[in-house]
């Protein structure tokens, strides 16, 4: 099911926030050309160990530019740049996320290409925003997930601040931007007008705390530090966290303490009053809760916790999640080949639309693999001369 054939997407991206918004649109049955610079590409396409890649490609760079035909052109040289007008006249969405000024130094920012494409909708995210003291700084993720308190938040007690492993504002960002392509196409189905959607990575960084942020600013600034959040949630009280087992780890979410002491046998908690000391006394009932969890293996307290539905569950590396059948039954994965006979496996998209799961049987183009096509297919050659 293409839920948007029709609509030609250009991802002048890279990295991971830009890229990620045009794989989804490539998921959801958009024609996607990534457009990059000859000879290098696309800077992803470098960033990785040796062994971790497929022909000249980062593995990563494959996952996150699935579903894409990759279109080389030197935004810097007018021949080409003739070219890339043409191409941009066709399209229905412009994705680019540059450092800001970039494309209007190159004649290819929202002002310039919505005067011959009115429709377009033009989707640009940046680290910090277009104006302010932070403008020119990098957005990069790690330095986002610094200066937007999420990693001094993730932090544990008495430890410095952690941020998550993962690219999680990038990947955030980029939904962000899908959502407000996706907005703009809605309009425009009305009324013919595209439009600029512009999403920073400080933001959508922001976005992601918004419980914490908003009940800290309304409520006198009360809300937690850092270091009395241990393996915590900062709104959230006791038993909330993840504790050892026996063989393992258990993970507890928000609970009843009272039926909790009860199902572990733990008649101390019964002292404790759920709506204040779950909160003020969190790490000490933590702790009483922590000393019992040790005494027995993952998958007993796991039996006994959910014999009367409390919320608990196993915490599972990558290797056993994949393995186990609970992953299995979600067919969340795909596989693709490559010429040079090595193939790759990837998650695939989380949306399923009627039952039917969205995704695109494309696999990540090698640099420039489309170029001659698309130019001889939509006669850019000849568009570009007129
Ligand atoms: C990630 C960045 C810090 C990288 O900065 P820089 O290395 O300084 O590069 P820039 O993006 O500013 O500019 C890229 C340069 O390549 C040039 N360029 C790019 N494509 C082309 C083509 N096709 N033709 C000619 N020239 C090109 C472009 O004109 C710029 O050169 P000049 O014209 O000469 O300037 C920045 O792009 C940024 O802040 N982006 C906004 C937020 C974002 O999405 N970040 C990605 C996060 S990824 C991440 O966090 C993660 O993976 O981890």
């Not at 962000?176 to 392509?181: F, K, L, N, R």
């Not at 596989?335 to 995704?359: A, H, L, R, W, Y």
Request: proline letters at 4%; hydrophobic letters at 40%.
């Amino acid at each position: 099911m293409k839920l948007l054939d029709g609509i030609l997407v250009l991802d002048f991206s890279q990295y991971l926030a830009g890229p990620s918004c045009a794989m989804r649109l490539a998921d959801m049955g958009a024609r996607v050309i990534k457009v990059e610079r000859p000879g290098s590409g696309d800077s992803g396409r470098k960033m990785t160990l040796e062994n971790l890649t497929i022909g000249k490609d980062s593995m990563n760079f494959l996952a996150i530019n699935r579903g894409k035909e990759s279109f080389c052109a030197n935004m810097k040289d007018p021949e080409d740049l003739k070219i890339l007008k043409a191409l941009i006249k066709k399209a229905d969405v412009m994705i680019e996320n540059f450092r800001p000024g970039v494309m209007k130094k190159n004649g290819l920012d929202y002002e310039s290409v919505s005067q011959w494409n009115p429709g377009i909708v033009y989707a640009t995210v940046t680290g910090y925003g277009k104006e302010g003291p932070w403008k020119t700084k990098p957005g990069q993720d790690l330095l986002i997930q610094s200066m937007s308190g999420l990693a001094w938040m993730n932090g544990n007690g008495g430890e410095p601040p952690a941020p998550f492993g993962l690219s999680v504002v990038d990947s955030y960002a980029g939904v962000h931007m899908v959502e407000g392509i996706l907005s703009v196409l809605v309009r425009r189905a009305k009324t013919k007008r595209g439009g600029l959607v512009e999403v920073t990575l400080m933001e959508s960084a922001l976005d992601m705390q918004f419980e914490g942020i908003s009940t800290y600013l309304s409520n006198g600034h009360h809300l937690p530090v850092r270091a009395s959040y241990n393996n915590a949630h900062p709104l959230l009280g006791a038993p909330y966290g993840i504790y050892e087992t026996e063989d393992g780890y258990i993970a507890l979410a928000m609970g009843s303490l009272e039926q909790l002491g009860r199902l572990l046998e733990i008649d101390r908690l019964s002292e404790y009053d759920q709506d204040k000391d779950a909160f003020v006394k969190r790490d000490e009932i933590k702790l009483i809760i922590a000393d019992k969890l040790k005494t027995g293996t993952t998958a007993h307290w796991i039996e006994i916790l959910e014999s009367e539905g409390y919320w608990c569950s196993d915490v599972y590396s990558w290797e056993r999640m994949l393995e186990s059948e609970g992953f299995k039954a979600l067919n969340f994965l795909q596989t693709f080949d490559f010429p040079n006979n090595e193939s790759m496996t990837t998650t695939t998209c989380p949306i399923s639309v009627n039952g039917v799961k969205m995704g695109s049987s494309l696999r990540g183009p090698l640099l420039g693999e489309h170029t001659e096509k698309i130019i001889e297919e939509m006669k850019l050659r000849e568009e570009a001369a007129d």
